[in-house]
Nanobody, 130 residues
């Protein structure tokens, strides 16, 4: 059974940093597309970042709201993906979810869509105080 487990959320002051981790079990995800989404109260789940596998090297894409502040990375040996979040703002407060997709995802119409992903974690709360 495939399972994604997030960790690393918490309470941080504005301007601070957090690193989220998502570890997969049940199968190898070395060539999967991994993504982070977030959902604030009363809002829809939104795309944050994605890292896609290719033989020439991984490629990362970010939502405009986090570009330059967040970095997604993966450690295939550990079946883990990370989201380093710096210069956090109160508007970053949300439940953060990791997701994985078995096949390559081309273009934002694919990688930014909730429906594109096969597996989801349970979410981890990130709260940024002002």
């Amino acid at each position: 059974q495939v399972r994604l487990a997030e960790s690393g959320g918490g309470l941080v002051q504005a301007g601070g940093s957090l690193r989220l981790s998502c570890t997969a079990s049940g199968r190898t995800f070395s060539r999967h597309t991994w993504a982070w989404f977030r959902q604030a109260p009363g809002k829809e789940r939104e795309f944050v970042a994605v890292i896609t596998f290719s033989w020439s090297g991984d490629t990362a894409y970010y939502a405009d709201s986090v570009k330059g502040r967040f970095t997604i990375s993966r450690d295939s040996a550990k079946n883990t993906v990370y989201l380093q979040m710096n210069s956090l703002k109160p508007e970053d407060t949300a439940v953060y979810y990791c997701a994985a997709r078995q096949n390559y995802c081309s273009g934002s119409g694919c990688y930014a869509a909730v429906t594109s992903y096969d597996y989801w974690g349970q979410g981890t709360q990130v709260t940024v105080s002002s």
